[in-house]
């Protein structure tokens, strides 16, 4: 957005949090930026608001700013939200999306189910498709299957790694708080693994932020396998890595998707704090975490999660990935059935009359259904 001409109150890290312990060091800090961001749209006098994912900010602002408008007598902009909450992954959940309606006139769902909870629920509602499909756009992937193929062969050369290594990409989150928790154990499951096979060689993969980059580049200096770090940013290399990668371990998140893009077998962790895990158990009512099972209905991506996100797990799970060809074959074949679900209806573009022909799908995804919807509402 900001190479789009956005210019942003101010870092999206500042309100990057994610918890409910996590949370409450950062709670006046929240309050701050509210008011701030409440002034800032009230002056600004938009037609139109659009908020995106960060629901705990996102509602607050949007309640905040329909209030203000109705106190000053000033007709409200109209609301989108990009990327629906998942209240259908909570017990009781499903009855909270009928109160969006008071402050959102229209969600824009990610997922290919959450549009129609929404509508059930009283409010309006569209799927537009996973952004992170547009990965194939941004490099020029043409395939109707949905597959992205980065040169392995060129990123081991550029990186001096043999050709008869072992390479695991890591990928231990984009916020701090995830980074500062997963990186020590995926350090003590590479020291776990190191034995394991002839010569094991890491590509961790950095955000595109400047703390947790500091950070992960500090900690991997005292790691007993080599690294190769790859800074966020650059889905060329990203991928180029994932192709030259035998198996992924990675903080559960976003990048399950880029990883079944790359047709690269993963294993998904997570830990968090103990009161945000308790609280995940009580209320979660969905038996997996990454998106791919939930949506796949299976535990097709082995998890290892909160106490059971363990070193020893995760090496055990690991070896297994990388040596269990059945398995192996089971996550590549399940990717393209999760990439179907997530793109955008090809009827939901083509049947546009603001599209052309060269626009439909698979060349325009999420963005393109997304400023759509918003257009013509």
């Not at 399950?256 to 009161?275: I, K, S, T």
Request: glycine share 6%; with cysteine.
């Amino acid at each position: 957005m900001s190479k789009q001409g956005l210019n942003s109150l101010f870092p999206m890290e500042d309100i990057s949090v994610m918890g409910i312990w996590e949370l409450l060091p950062h709670l006046n800090n929240f309050r701050v930026k509210l008011k701030q961001t409440v002034q800032a749209a009230l002056s600004f006098q938009p037609h139109v608001v659009l908020t995106v994912d960060s629901k705990g900010f996102s509602f607050r602002f949007l309640k905040y700013l329909r209030a203000k408008c109705i106190e000053q007598g000033i007709i409200s902009p109209k609301h989108f939200h990009y990327v629906s909450p998942s209240f259908w992954a909570w017990k009781g959940g499903e009855a909270r999306i009928k109160g969006l309606s008071e402050f959102i006139d229209h969600v824009l769902c990610i997922l290919p189910f959450e549009a129609e909870i929404c509508k059930l629920n009283g409010i309006a509602a569209t799927f537009v498709g996973h952004p992170t499909l547009e990965d194939m756009i941004e490099l020029k992937e043409k395939g109707a299957s949905g597959e992205i193929q980065g040169n392995g062969e060129e990123f081991r050369s550029e990186h001096g790694i043999a050709s008869g290594s072992t390479v695991i990409s890591l990928l231990p989150g984009s916020r701090v708080q995830e980074v500062t928790r997963m990186l020590p154990i995926f350090s003590n499951t590479m020291e776990l693994l190191k034995d394991a096979f002839g010569e094991l060689v890491t590509v961790v993969h950095i955000a595109p932020n400047q703390y947790v980059k500091d950070y992960i580049s500090k900690a991997v200096c005292k790691w007993p396998v080599p690294v190769v770090m790859v800074s966020g940013g650059s889905p060329s290399m990203k991928y180029k890595s994932f192709s030259a990668s035998r198996v992924a371990l990675c903080t559960s998140g976003t990048v399950a998707v880029e990883l079944q893009l790359a047709r690269l077998p993963c294993v998904v962790a997570y830990r968090a704090h103990l009161l945000t895990e308790w609280v995940i158990r009580y209320k979660a009512k969905v038996p997996y975490i990454s998106l791919p099972n939930i949506l796949l209905k299976s535990a097709t991506i082995p998890e290892a999660l909160f106490q059971g996100c363990t070193p020893s797990k995760l090496a055990s799970l690991v070896r297994e990935l990388v040596h269990n060809e059945n398995l192996r074959e089971q996550q590549i074949a399940a990717a393209a059935k999760v990439i179907e679900l997530l793109s955008p209806g090809k009827g939901l573009i083509n049947n546009s009359t603001h599209l052309e022909t060269s626009h439909a799908f698979p060349n325009s995804m999420s963005s393109m259904v997304a400023a759509l919807t918003v257009l013509q509402s």
